[in-house]
């Protein structure tokens, strides 16, 4: 008999461009979408109503969010857990030190603890909106000694399978 995995479908989001996409920008905290952010934001065909948003509580991510009118939801939280590796200014909120950077192991760490939340969630239609790092993190499978995660763009919404098992 073969044996079927079980899954639970989470949506992954990319928040919108800031000046730090584009090498602008790279000594402000908590930065903003930018103008090309904006855009995409409003160019989105993204239209889809959730149980719950799990939001990365960095400004970028709550503004792509707030910004895409496609996107409705019953509740939201907004979660350390998903939030940028902290490695450069633009991820760190305004009263954070920037100079206690996190290591490879403790975002690994953090990206278990989240994958661990999302599996306790009993909705089902669930929006992640989050970063480029994080996500790749998330979505990265082991072979070989060698991890390989899903990039997504700015603003790119990817369909991904958590195991349950």
Not at 60 to 71: F, M, S
Not at 114 to 134: A, M, N, Y
Request: net charge negative; glycine share 2%; hydrophobic share 35%.
């Amino acid at each position: 008999m073969r044996h079927l995995k079980r899954m639970k479908v989470v949506d992954l989001l990319r928040h919108a461009q800031t000046n730090f996409n584009i090498k602008k920008d790279v000594i402000s905290k908590n930065i903003p979408i930018n103008s090309t952010g904006l855009k995409q934001c409003q160019e989105s065909e993204i239209s889809k109503h959730y149980e719950m948003v799990v939001c990365s509580p960095m400004r970028r991510c709550k503004e792509t969010l707030a910004n895409i009118q496609g996107i409705t939801y019953n509740q939201i939280v907004h979660s350390d857990l998903c939030r940028e590796h902290q490695i450069a200014n633009c991820d760190f909120l305004e009263h954070e030190d920037e100079n206690i950077l996190e290591s490879e192991e403790e975002l690994l760490n953090r990206v278990e603890k989240f994958r661990q939340f999302l599996l306790t969630l009993k909705e089902d239609k669930i929006l992640v909106v989050s970063h480029g790092d994080f996500l790749w993190n998330l979505t990265a499978k082991k072979v070989d000694d060698e991890r390989f995660g899903q990039w997504l763009d700015n603003c790119q919404l990817y369909e991904f399978e958590l195991d349950l098992d």
